[in-house]
């Protein structure tokens, strides 16, 4: 079974604090990426990456950065957390040949 | 660009019974995978279902099945013989075809409730 595992279920963090995100799978998949989940609004993409060192910009990437130094590891960086940042975080890893993407189980982030 | 349209935010249905959940979408792409995802409450989010585009068979998972109408743009996902197990968020999406592999475009979600 594909395994995606993200650092932290819940985080509280203050305004401007600097947030890490980690997202790591052990399925040898390329292609991962980063959703944000606001109720209403479904899930949106951030950022994603199709390979180490690379990344590429989704919808909804300001205030956000990304980092893949390794192919198994995916983070999500917030520089300066802001309020509206709250959000339920989602990482998932695509299996490229049907597409289907495997989740992890979210990150809760509250920004104070 | 592709959207996805969920228009019942929320849905209830007794135990055993079949309930229809209703998704649209708008593409201009004639080749692209829609899928059916299901979050469970405080539990990974997990593929329900997936269609190609190209085939004209309504894909089917045991109790789960769709009803792909790929001129209407629309694509609903029939649960048959609900179980308590199947409340859950039910997220549609798109994705593109692409030898690269693609980033999903997801609807804005349905909270179904299965009632004893």
């Known amino acids: 079974d594909v395994k995606v595992t993200q650092s932290s279920r819940y985080l509280v963090k203050r305004t401007g604090e600097k947030v890490f995100l980690e997202c790591v799978q052990d399925m040898d998949h390329e292609n991962m990426f980063w959703y944000r989940q606001d109720p209403g609004l479904g899930l949106r993409l951030i950022y994603f990456s199709y390979d180490v060192k690379m990344k590429e910009k989704g919808d909804i990437p300001e205030g956000y950065s990304v980092s893949r130094e390794k192919k198994e590891r995916f983070s999500l960086i917030l520089e300066s957390a802001s309020t509206n940042q709250t959000s339920m975080y989602l990482c998932?890893?695509?299996?490229?040949?049907?597409?289907?993407?495997?989740f992890g189980e979210g990150s809760r982030l509250t920004v104070l | 660009a592709q959207t996805v349209t969920q228009s019942q935010p929320e849905m209830s249905v007794q135990e055993a019974e079949t309930v229809t959940l209703s998704c649209t979408y708008d593409t201009s792409e004639s080749n692209y995978y829609l899928f059916w995802y299901k979050q469970p409450p405080s539990r990974q989010m997990i593929l329900v279902i997936r269609q190609e585009a190209y085939k004209q068979q309504n894909a089917t998972e045991n109790r789960f099945s769709v009803n792909f109408q790929k001129a209407a743009k629309s694509f609903s996902l029939k649960i048959s013989d609900s179980q308590l197990g199947d409340t859950a968020m039910y997220f549609c999406a798109f994705m593109k075809q692409n030898n690269q592999g693609g980033k999903l475009i997801f609807g804005q979600g349905t909270e179904l409730s299965v009632k004893p």
């Open positions: 998932a890893t695509e299996y490229r040949a049907t597409g289907e993407l495997f």
